[in-house]
């Protein structure tokens, strides 16, 4: 019996875990909260966009582990689709299918690698809400390969027919809308099976393409085309009669070329791009094809043919003008000599026209795009490109950061400009690594995966200075003010080329300069060693073997005294005297009243006596050990089975009697009528993840997000606002930064 809920329609597995969850959160109150994103503007790689052939302005579009959207053109904005989702593996996209008959239905193969849930999601309003149907295949929305497609498609005669190209297990049908499905026995390739732990994945089959005009509306198609991208022989294959039996289309590029994605047009004429790999990475030579499917005729139109080893990357993103027969264009991949391009033709491939020279991009509304040139770069893991079929003008692509659109595609055979801007209002598609609200200046400062990280002054528009600079890194793994001089941040992360891994700010994060540990700091595998900054901001430490200590901007170091190897200590947010650590393996307490110089073993009461097992292994991991704000000596420990508090420094903890199991802990600002901070954590009560706030230290908490805002559980890192009481801010991975404020 299908269960209907307000938004979103779950399988009966995860209905009974939400009732479940439901009785575990029954003695925590819902507190009534806003949420929105904190806006910089995509981020991410975008795999996939296609335009619905029904109706004009209905555009889908996947991300790799941020879920799928659908453009709202009355708004001028991305809708997210999933936030609902309880399950982080449903927001790796492996494939969309918008219903070629129903304007109203659309389906998303959803499943993030191939050791996670896999699920086929069905609606009938277009992403509003969801049916859930679990499958028994493993898919891989963000492995390796995840540009080719479309894998899913429905038939576009008769409607409850759908086909799915798996990565690991063959061709699947459905023939009830989605809801079971069978694998196609007949198919000449089963699967290779899931990989051992530590192989690569499996591309499989890359795509399924019907040509709808081999039938009449009512009756299944019978031509079908299916792409394999794993080695082999043959990598085309040709159905007749609907699926029942195939054949291997023999003629084409030889067998190391891998089948990207493909469109038929309405001459019967299909259109096939190829790369040496699938990529997104490592693709080092490609080609495109058409093949008439009446004569049987291939022909090499691959816009650049030249000898093997003068010509790197190939071809993946593919779409068909839909308006001008023999009109298409391609997107490169991994052509990073001179760069990857769109190319498009006007006569089916005979002769084509490159971008690359004449475009110009316009990101005023997404300045971290330029990176620090002048420009911004035209683009890379070009998987993503699409015609609008209501309009040969209108064209979109996506990169490993954002997504382009132009309304003057056109003007490329004419050898004239073409202008592109970012299409991403309402997407937020990034993993955040680390968050940071000062008592004073912005109030929030970031830390992301890829981008580097920002100062929000604004929450509203994407930060117009861009991305930390001087030095600018790839990916920031910590951030931290001091507590008494908010104006003083250090940072440190995996830099570009070869800038520093570490820097300090002295006005809130707006201009920074690089720090540089000496050769006493140790190996140069500690290549971002986290840092954090004492309470009046005149001594950083960074977490080297033995963490390392300057009181002089860096200009000379010395190392912390008394201290395990790979210790992390934290600082007091009042005393700068003050530092602590804990030496898990060997299940002490450390703690330095001299400004971190010396640590001395304490004996603490209250904590595990064995935390063997308790040290993060990951760097992006937030550290359980956290110092209270504007509370000195006040300590929190997230534990692996409890929540603990010490008042004093660390000499004594006492265990909450916490309703839920806290993950990671911050800092907000006190409740009316107290000065104690609340609390805000990331936790699980039952078996459901959710935000929580306390106004009591942990006495009592009140879930802060609801089930129309669980962005898959994908929760990274955490902040309170210590100047706006209950707002908090939380880093996902793979929908940004979301900000919530009490009241609706």
């Avoid at 006007?346 to 990101?363: C, H, L, Q, Y």
């Avoid at 420009?375 to 979109?396: E, R, T, Y």
Wanted: hydrophobic share 35%; aromatic share 12%.
């Amino acid at each position: 019996m299908r269960t209907k809920f307000p938004v979103i329609a779950l399988s009966a597995i995860i209905f009974l875990s939400s009732l479940y969850s439901t009785q575990a959160f029954s003695q925590i109150p819902q507190a009534h909260y806003t949420w929105r994103s904190v806006k910089v503007g995509a981020g991410g790689f975008i795999p996939g966009i296609i335009f619905s052939r029904l109706e004009k302005n209905l555009v889908y579009l996947r991300s790799d582990m941020g879920g799928c959207y659908r453009w709202d053109n009355p708004q001028q904005r991305w809708i997210p689709l999933l936030d609902p989702m309880p399950e982080s593996s449903y927001f790796g996209g492996e494939s969309i299918a918008p219903d070629p008959i129903d304007p109203n239905t659309v389906y998303i193969a959803a499943g993030m690698y191939r050791t996670d849930p896999a699920a086929m999601l069905r609606s009938h309003d277009r992403g509003n809400t969801w049916d859930v149907f679990p499958v028994p295949f493993r898919m891989g929305g963000n492995d390796d390969g995840r540009g080719v497609g479309e894998r899913l498609a429905v038939d576009p005669n008769d409607n409850s027919i759908l086909f799915f190209g798996s990565r690991h297990d063959g061709l699947w049908r459905s023939g009830d809308f989605a809801k079971t499905w069978q694998k196609v026995q007949s198919f000449p390739i089963h699967g290779l099976g899931l990989p051992g732990e530590g192989e690569p994945t499996h591309t499989g089959l890359s795509f399924v393409v019907f040509d709808p005009h081999s039938a009449t509306r009512g009756s299944p198609t019978p031509t079908i085309f299916v792409g394999a991208a794993d080695p082999g022989d043959n990598h085309l294959f040709r159905s007749d009669d609907a699926g029942k039996t195939w054949s291997a289309v023999t003629t084409g590029p030889g067998a190391d070329m891998l089948p990207m994605q493909a469109q038929i047009d309405d001459d019967g004429i299909l259109y096939v791009t190829y790369g040496s790999g699938t990529g997104p990475n490592g693709v080092k030579s490609g080609a495109v094809f058409k093949f008439d499917t009446k004569t049987g005729q291939s022909t090499d139109i691959s816009p650049q043919k030249l000898p093997p080893g003068d010509f790197m990357g190939g071809y993946c993103g593919l779409s068909l003008d839909r308006q001008h027969p023999g009109t298409l264009g391609v997107a490169t991949m991994n052509r990073w000599k001179p760069i990857d391009t769109i190319w498009r033709t006007i006569d089916g491939g005979k002769t084509w026209m490159d971008i690359a020279e004449k475009s110009r991009r316009d990101v005023k509304a997404t300045p971290f795009l330029l990176w620090g040139d002048k420009q911004a770069k035209l683009g890379w893991w070009m998987a993503a490109f699409a015609i609008d079929p209501f309009d040969s003008n209108h064209a979109v692509y996506a990169t490993g950061a954002t997504v382009y659109t132009t309304h003057d595609f056109t003007n490329v055979t004419a050898d004239q400009p073409t202008h592109w801007t970012p299409w991403v209002e309402g997407i937020e598609q990034t993993a955040i690594v680390s968050l940071t609200s000062p008592t004073e200046g912005a109030h929030l400062l970031s830390g992301f995966g890829d981008i580097g990280g920002f100062v929000h002054a604004d929450l509203t528009v994407s930060p117009p200075q861009g991305m930390y600079d001087n030095p600018r890194f790839d990916t920031t793994t910590t951030i931290d003010y001091a507590g008494e001089n908010p104006r003083v941040i250090v940072r440190s992360g995996s830099p570009s080329d070869s800038q520093a891994a570490l820097a300090y700010s002295e006005d809130g994060g707006w201009s920074w300069k690089p720090l540089t540990l000496g050769p006493s700091a140790g190996r140069r595998s500690h290549r971002h060693p986290a840092i954090i900054v004492s309470a009046d901001g005149a001594t950083f430490m960074v977490m080297t073997p033995i963490p390392m200590i300057t009181r002089d901007n860096g200009k000379t170091w010395t190392r912390a005294q008394g201290l395990p190897q790979n210790i992390r200590p934290v600082a007091d947010r009042v005393d700068p005297s003050a530092f602590y650590a804990i030496d898990f393996t060997g299940s002490k307490f450390f703690a330095s009243t001299d400004g971190g110089a010396d640590f001395t073993a304490l004996n603490s009461t209250g904590l595990p006596t064995d935390l063997s097992s308790e040290q993060p292994t990951w760097a992006e991991a937030p550290w359980p050990l956290v110092a209270t704000l504007n509370k000195p000596h006040d300590l929190w420990y997230a534990g692996q089975h409890a929540l603990y508090h010490s008042t004093d420094g660390g000499q004594n903890f006492a265990v909450i009697d916490s309703p839920v199991h806290v993950e990671m802990l911050s800092f907000g600002k006190p409740p009316a009528g107290s000065d104690y901070p609340a609390l805000f954590a990331v936790g699980t009560a039952g078996t459901l993840r959710a935000i929580f706030r306390s106004d009591d230290q942990a006495r009592s908490w009140v879930r802060v997000n609801d089930d129309q805002h669980q962005y898959g559980t994908r929760f990274r890192c955490i902040s309170g606002d210590p100047r706006i009481f209950g707002r908090v801010y939380v880093g996902t991975d793979g929908r940004g930064i979301l900000y919530g404020d009490p009241g609706q």
